[in-house]
């Protein structure tokens, strides 16, 4: 079992800049990838970034250039550094962590994420 604790939320003005951070703890030593997830009102969840255990990474075209994840393997954390928000960027965000052996996804429980002005 991966417990999650997702923070970093908030309410900004459109071109802010946040910082979300994820905690993992529990059976940390079988994480392989860690990324981040947003849900908008009304809308799917829609899978942001990723980063493997090797550190390569992937963004969705919607927030490529704009977000940076990171992750530091000694404090069992990921990071999401978003820049130059939109009010289209308003949405709960979602830690995610992918295991191996076994196989399964754990969630945090999400942070909130206002842009409005």
């Known amino acids: 079992q991966v417990q999650l604790v997702d923070s970093g939320g908030g309410l900004v003005q459109p071109g802010d800049s946040l910082r979300l951070s994820c905690a993992a703890s529990g059976s940390i030593f079988s994480i392989n990838s860690m990324g981040w997830y947003r849900q908008a009102p009304g809308k799917q969840r829609e899978l942001l970034a990723y980063?493997?255990?090797?550190?390569?990474?992937n963004y969705a075209n919607s927030v490529k250039g704009r977000f940076t994840i990171s992750r530091d393997n000694a404090k069992n954390t990921v990071e999401l550094q978003m820049n130059n928000l939109k009010p289209e960027d308003t949405a709960v965000y979602y830690c995610?962590?992918?295991?191996?052996?076994?196989?399964?996804?754990?969630w945090g429980k999400g942070t909130l994420v206002t842009v409005s002005s």
């Open positions: 995610t962590v992918h295991t191996v052996s076994p196989s399964m996804d754990y």
């Open positions: 980063i493997t255990s090797s550190g390569s990474t």
